[in-house]
């Protein structure tokens, strides 16, 4: 598969175009064909030398939230099927033709949303969810205050 690789630290010149070996999705992994990929702060971090891949994630390959098609299913999975338009949050990798997945971080893409708009949702979408609905236990009739929302997630 073709991949964006990180060659050295520096600017968008230190990408390049590389092949790579398609990965294998583990257990309770999924491998997804990717059609786009969002382009996050930590993506230009990385490449800049300034922000370390967490761990297990591609050293050289960045990409954190993409959308595709489930070309491959890993052992354990419970809810897609090989097909299935997803996005998904990844720690890394999403810079590539075939990214792997835990299948928990995957969402059906949403009918109205296209390709490329539903690969802007998951870095997003998933950091709200994590802080409200599971750290902050925000409840039904529950009220709560955002105050400087800014960046990417307002």
Partial sequence: MKAIV??????????????RPVPEPGSGEVLIKVVAA??????????KGHYPPPAGASPDIP??????????????????????????????GGY???????????IHVPTNLSMEEAASLPETFFTV????????QLKPGEKFLIHGGSSGIV
Avoid: M
């Fill in 6 to 19: 990180i060659v050295k630290p520096g600017g968008p010149e230190v990408l390049q175009i590389q092949e």
């Fill in 38 to 47: 969002g382009v996050n702060r930590p993506d230009v971090a990385q490449r």
């Fill in 63 to 92: 990409g954190l939230e993409i959308s595709g098609v489930v070309g491959k299913l890993g052992n354990n999975w419970t809810h897609l099927r090989v097909g299935d338009r997803v996005c998904a949050l990844v720690s890394g």
């Fill in 96 to 106: 590539a033709e075939y990214c792997v997945a835990p299948e928990g971080q995957c």
């Fill in 129 to 136: 969810w994590h802080n409200v609905f599971e750290r902050g």
